[in-house]
């Protein structure tokens, strides 16, 4: 079992950039499946993006290509999701979370951070 704790949330308007954290504890990144998970007001809990391996395989929600990119640091066993031209639609809460091996199924994830909100304003 592996501990997550996203990070680096917070408001901004449409257009702007955020870079969100997953500091990762009790297991290395690299021999996990890692990704961003979010959730709207209303709707379900959606892949956002997913990496695997020293990125081998990625997978992008549509919603997200061109904009977003997942990205992991072995040396401080993080995991990050930076975003650009942030779009009032991608506010959700943001949930960082591993498994065991590669899947884009939201329940087999095994391992999940707290969430972190992303809130952007038109």
């Known amino acids: 079992q592996v501990q997550l704790e996203e990070s680096g949330g917070g408001l901004v308007q449409a257009g702007d950039s955020l870079r969100l954290s997953c500091k990762a504890s009790?297991?290395?990144?690299?021999?996990?499946?890692m990704a961003w998970f979010r959730q709207a007001p209303g709707k379900e809990r959606e892949i956002v993006a997913a990496?695997?391996?020293?990125?081998?395989?990625?997978h992008y929600n549509n919603a997200v290509k061109g904009r977003f990119t997942i990205s992991r640091d072995p040396a401080k066993n993080i995991v990050n999701l930076q975003m650009e031209t942030l779009k009032p639609e991608d506010t959700a809460i943001y949930y960082c979370?591993?498994?065991?091996?590669?899947?884009?199924?939201?329940?087999?994830?095994?391992?999940w951070g707290q969430g972190t909100q992303v809130t952007v304003s038109s």
């Open positions: 009790g297991g290395p990144v690299y021999a996990y499946t």
């Open positions: 990496l695997i391996g020293r990125g081998e395989l990625s």
């Open positions: 979370a591993a498994a065991k091996f590669w899947t884009t199924k939201r329940s087999l994830y095994d391992d």
